[in-house]
């Protein structure tokens, strides 16, 4: 088992910064590739960012490309959301998983999630 606990939510204004944070515990923590989903009221759970196994690349939604950056930390067993330019699409709760396979984007290849943290932009 893996148990991951997100923090650093909260309401920021439009054009702002949020950093959130994933720690994880439990099994071996460089065993997972990890990755950020999104879900909005209404809506199914997006992509937003990923790392490959092994940590050496990062993948990102277009929606969030050159705002967001994706990192982890091996020795903390944590991993990073960075959000700048934030905008008001970018309204939603924000959820950590971790995965052992497949596609870094596909939801169903996560094993493990977070219970979320929510992010509100005010314009």
């Known amino acids: 088992q893996v148990r991951l606990v997100e923090s650093g939510g909260g309401l920021v204004q439009a054009g702002g910064s949020l950093r959130l944070s994933c720690a994880a515990s439990?099994?071996?923590?460089?065993?997972?590739?990890m990755g950020w989903f999104r879900q909005a009221p209404g809506k199914e759970r997006e992509f937003v960012a990923a790392?490959?196994?092994?940590?050496?690349?990062?993948y990102y939604a277009d929606s969030v490309k050159g705002r967001f950056t994706i990192a982890r930390d091996n020795a903390k067993n944590t991993v990073s959301l960075q959000m700048n330019s934030l905008k008001p699409g970018d309204t939603a709760v924000y959820y950590c998983?971790?995965?052992?396979?497949?596609?870094?984007?596909?939801?169903?290849?996560?094993?493990?999630w977070g219970q979320g943290t929510q992010v509100t932009l005010s314009s």
């Open positions: 790392l490959s196994f092994g940590g050496g690349l990062t």
């Open positions: 439990g099994r071996t923590f460089s065993n997972y590739a």
């Open positions: 998983g971790a995965r052992t396979r497949g596609d870094y984007a596909s939801p169903q290849n996560y094993h493990y």
